[in-house]
């Protein structure tokens, strides 16, 4: 047996987080790398998390961790359950829990954080609370009378390792301590009330939201986001924690209280760049924290040129004052734009008018590669970097091209409608495509293809309705990096040979449906021959 064979043996099992109406929350085991490589794979059915009645499954909320470890659920007016992924047991948290609007987990699924509407009389500390998801014990409460646009991860944000977290106010940013180990070092407080003790703060006028580097390391990047207000442009900031150049990152109340008094024109920020037409905008930061892609919206597109609003493209250095638009592949709205997984040193973008274009960039914004121009309006990496697929998706047909990026070649190109969760397995070797409800209340279905797009080697349809559907993630490293394997060039031949003879049986159906339409004795005098 070869070593990646071994490996891939030894490998973590893939795992689907579904909810239903008629099974509630449950894993679902998925297809091996060697079923979805070269077979029809089996799916296995896992204990439920919910096994609620079925009348109270649909208003049911689920979040799972960033790194698979966690799953919480809550609805029908029960308290928030959290279970662990690999035990099965749960944690079910205080009873005020059951009316939370949103939660979501840390990076490393340590704490969960739970909001709901403010109220003085039940929360006089803050309706923003953090609980520890190994056991439900509260932590802390912090103030936030109003989420953020961008939801929980725009108003409290995590550093990939939680050593630290930042807190979004009004016209300030605070940095707070989130470590066990920096509560546990700290012998004059107790360990829970030391956790998110204030490590300094940073003023930022009409900050809306932020964003924080996924790299587990120091320094931490932050990105913070000023909306456009009263003819003052919208501006996209980035800079580093521990803050260079300042005295802001002292532990004592009294650094806090100097940091925010500070100017934000005399705070250090690395890189900052202005433009207007933002009302809003999304901020993807690299995976290693080398840059962010800040993609601005507006609802109404000054030009004309397009129905749902203005977009640009704009990239940030997180280590320089480097800044620029993003040149297009195609001029017209940018529909995705999307970091490589791994060492997030290139990026590909697709926009334009229908058909858009999608190309894939280097660090300086200069394009690399050219995909061409197709139906496409979504990007999404296996986790590995090698394969991709460029979708059409939401009001789009469903056709999806499978690349080996590596190779800068297409392997296959298929149509797979009405898909609403899509995504790649951990081991990058099986793509999910699900049709959910309520988008769409008919033909709910969870559908599992190969990396090179030929399948489905699962197809799972009686689960309707269906409401969610996800992988479990697992660390992309515990799997190994494989590229097509000799068995794809077999299929793909097959699936090519399978399209030009559908072809040409639709097209000799189309000649003859266009015959019997022709007035008896033949052709009309001006007509063209068949051939033509």
């Known amino acids: 047996m070869s070593a990646a064979v071994e490996h891939a043996d030894a490998s973590p099992p ?36 919910e096994p609620a009645d079925a009348g109270l499954r649909s208003r049911t909320l ?3 961790a960033p790194n698979g470890s966690r799953v919480a659920t809550n609805g029908g007016g029960a308290p928030l359950s ?36 403010a109220d003085a009389a039940k929360f006089p500390d803050g309706s923003l609370r953090v ?18 646009k961008t939801g929980l991860d725009g108003t409290l944000a995590w550093s990939g390792d939680e050593r630290v977290a930042f807190h979004c106010v009004t ?41 924080v580097s996924p790299a587990p390391r120091a320094p931490y990047g932050l990105a913070v986001f000023v909306p456009e207000l009263k003819g003052r442009p919208a501006s996209v900031k980035t800079t580093a924690y521990p803050f260079p150049g300042n005295s802001n990152n002292a532990t004592t109340a009294a650094a806090e209280k100097d940091a925010a008094a500070t100017p934000d024109a005399k705070f ?40 749902y609003g203005g977009t640009g493209l704009y990239l940030l250095s997180a280590t320089s004052d480097f800044e620029c638009l993003v040149p297009l592949p195609k001029e017209g709205p940018v529909a995705d734009a999307r970091w490589e997984p791994t060492k997030g040193r290139e990026f590909i ?23 061409g121009a197709a139906h496409r309006n979504v990007v999404s990496w296996s986790p590995h970097g090698r394969f991709l697929a460029l979708c059409g998706f939401g009001n789009l047909a469903g056709d999806v091209d499978f690349w080996d990026v590596k190779k800068k070649k297409k392997l296959h190109t298929r149509n797979i409608p009405c898909a609403v969760d899509y995504g790649w397995a951990p081991d990058s070797r099986s793509f999910l495509a699900a049709t959910l409800a309520p ?35 697992t660390p992309a490293a515990l799997y190994p990096d494989r590229g097509p394997s000799p068995a794809s060039k077999a299929r793909l031949a097959q699936a090519a040979a399978s399209s030009t003879s559908s072809s040409a049986v639709g097209s000799t159906a189309a000649a003859d449906g266009a015959a019997s339409r022709l007035p008896r004795g033949g052709p009309a005098a001006d007509a063209k021959p068949a051939a033509y």
């Not at 749960?90 to 005020?96: G, K, Q």
């Not at 609980?131 to 953020?148: T, Y």
């Not at 030929?454 to 969610?468: C, I, M, S």
């Open 82 to 117: 959290v279970t662990d992924a690999s035990s099965l047991e749960s944690v079910i948290l205080p009873a005020d829990t059951a009316v939370v609007e949103r939660f979501a987990f840390s990076p490393l699924g340590t704490f969960l954080l739970t909001w709901q509407r």
């Open 171 to 211: 016209n300030t940013v605070h940095v707070l301590s989130s470590t066990e180990a920096a509560a546990a070092a700290d012998a004059e407080d107790d360990a829970t009330s030391s956790l998110f003790r204030s490590l300094g703060a940073v003023r930022c006028e009409d900050v809306a939201a932020v964003a």
């Open 131 to 148: 609980w520890r998801a190994r056991d439900g014990s509260f932590v802390r409460s912090l103030h936030c009378k109003q989420l953020k």
């Open 439 to 473: 988008r769409m209340n008919v033909d709910n279905a969870v559908r599992i293809y190969r990396y090179d797009g030929t399948g489905p080697v699962v197809v799972k349809e009686d689960r309707a309705p269906l409401f969610e559907c996800r992988w479990l993630p």
């Open 62 to 64: 689920l979040a799972v």
């Open 14 to 49: 893939l795992r689907l987080v579904i909810r239903s109406k008629s099974h509630g929350v449950e894993f679902l085991g998925g297809p091996t790398s060697r079923d979805a490589s070269s077979g029809e794979a089996a799916t296995t059915a896992l204990p439920t998390l």
């Open 349 to 371: 973008v697709i926009a334009g008018t229908t058909p858009a274009a999608a190309a894939l960039y280097d660090l300086e914004a200069r394009p690399l590669y050219s995909f």
């Open 268 to 307: 250090a920020w690395t890189c900052a760049k202005s433009f207007f037409r933002a009302q809003d905008v999304t901020i993807r930061w690299s995976p290693g924290g080398h840059a962010i892609l800040a993609q601005t919206h507006t609802d109404v597109d000054a030009t004309g040129g397009s129905y």
